[in-house]
């Protein structure tokens, strides 16, 4: 009998452990994701940053001007732009999947994008 209430209490902890409810929840609150990097080929400081679609975000200030490798989840394609709220379509930089392990043009002034589904 304790043998069976052990294997049960197990099994929650597991399920408790594995799945924490604040993850899930976070990533329903969001469209899609990109990922930044402040180095090239996905080194330094890494975040998987969120969007909704069609919504122009400014990056985080710990990224602003920073960014160096980005990359968009598959079925989406971004607009990534070096001015702040989006603005100077001359100075845009389409991303879709897998991205961009080392930015040429782009790189360390990024500033802002907005995301579609493709």
């Not at 940053?49 to 710990?62: D, L, M, R």
């Amino acid at each position: 009998m304790q043998f069976k209430l052990f294997i049960a209490l197990a099994s929650v902890l597991s399920a408790v452990v594995a799945a924490p409810s604040h993850m899930e929840e976070r990533s329903a609150e969001v469209d899609g994701h990109c990922y930044i990097c402040t180095d090239d080929y996905w080194g330094g400081d890494c975040t998987n940053y969120g969007f909704y679609s069609g919504q122009c975000t400014n990056f985080p200030s710990e990224f602003q001007d920073d960014i160096s490798s980005i990359g968009c989840d598959s079925g989406w394609t971004c607009n990534a732009y070096l001015d702040y709220n989006c603005n100077n379509d001359q100075s845009s930089l389409p991303i879709g999947n897998p991205g961009y392990a080392a930015l040429g043009w782009g790189n360390d002034a990024l500033s802002s994008m907005q995301c579609f589904r493709s």
